[in-house]
């Protein structure tokens, strides 16, 4: 059984670019959530994505926005990136169970620099 | 609405203290209960998490957690404290008042260890 995983590891992108970062879910798994951490601060939930749709927003603007595919797998993408984009993005997957009760699983996540 | 809180961003002990860093929820339903630890320039990594049954729980790296119900928290001890301890650490949850899929982090406690 494979984890999540998460590409690229480390990024360097310029302000006002846009970026894509992409994760694949562990297996059996068809939830993808995404959060950031900037520094010294805790992760902080951007969205989730169940079945190719979003399901459930926290407080980001609409520049960040995201993918579900077929295979569950999904990327997040800013535009026009500003310097407080910098951070560690983090996702997590999951499989509802009908119980509610299932847990997210996370990747390693992708560190943005915005320079 | 849901949320987590950790008493002091950053705790200092001697090496082979006890190490003590508290947690505190806020839900009106018992929701999952997890502890992360992160290393510098690193993913988080899961410490241990408790869902339902015994409320004591034992995790990796000689760490345990004990779920009071009535006091709403979750504290996080080590008998002794080594100096590779050193990290952050973060109090989530997860289900509760939210789905158990979608994970709520509270702002994180640095831990340093002393020689």
């Known amino acids: 059984e494979t984890g999540v995983t998460q590409s690229p590891t480390h990024l360097i992108k310029t302000r006002g670019q846009q970026v894509t970062l992409r994760c694949s879910s562990q297996s059996g798994h068809n939830t993808v959530s995404w959060y950031q951490q900037a520094l010294g601060q805790g992760p902080q939930f951007i969205f989730q994505?169940?079945?190719?749709?979003?399901?459930g927003r926290g407080n980001f603007p609409p520049r960040f926005s995201g993918l579900q595919f077929p295979n569950y797998s999904s990327e997040l993408n800013v535009n026009a990136l500003e310097l407080d984009d910098s951070a560690l993005y983090l996702c997590?997957?999951?499989?509802?169970?009908?119980?509610?009760?299932?847990?997210?699983?996370f990747g390693q996540g992708t560190r943005l620099t915005v320079v | 609405a849901q949320s987590v809180t950790q008493l002091g961003s950053h705790v200092s002990v001697s090496e082979g203290a006890l190490v003590l860093l508290r947690c505190n929820y806020s839900s009106s339903v018992p929701p999952y209960l997890f502890w992360y630890v992160q290393y510098p320039n690193q993913g988080l990594q899961l410490l241990l998490k408790y869902t339902t049954g015994a409320t004591l729980v034992k995790g990796i790296n000689g760490f345990e957690a004990e779920f009071k119900k009535s006091e709403t928290s979750f504290h996080l001890t080590k008998p002794s404290a080594h100096m590779s301890d050193a990290a952050e650490y973060f109090c989530a949850v997860s289900g509760g008042e939210t789905s158990y899929d979608k994970v709520i982090f509270g702002p994180g406690t640095s831990l340093s260890v002393i020689p």
């Open positions: 994505y169940y079945r190719e749709e979003e399901n």
């Open positions: 997590a997957s999951s499989r509802p169970d009908g119980t509610g009760t299932t847990e997210a699983f």
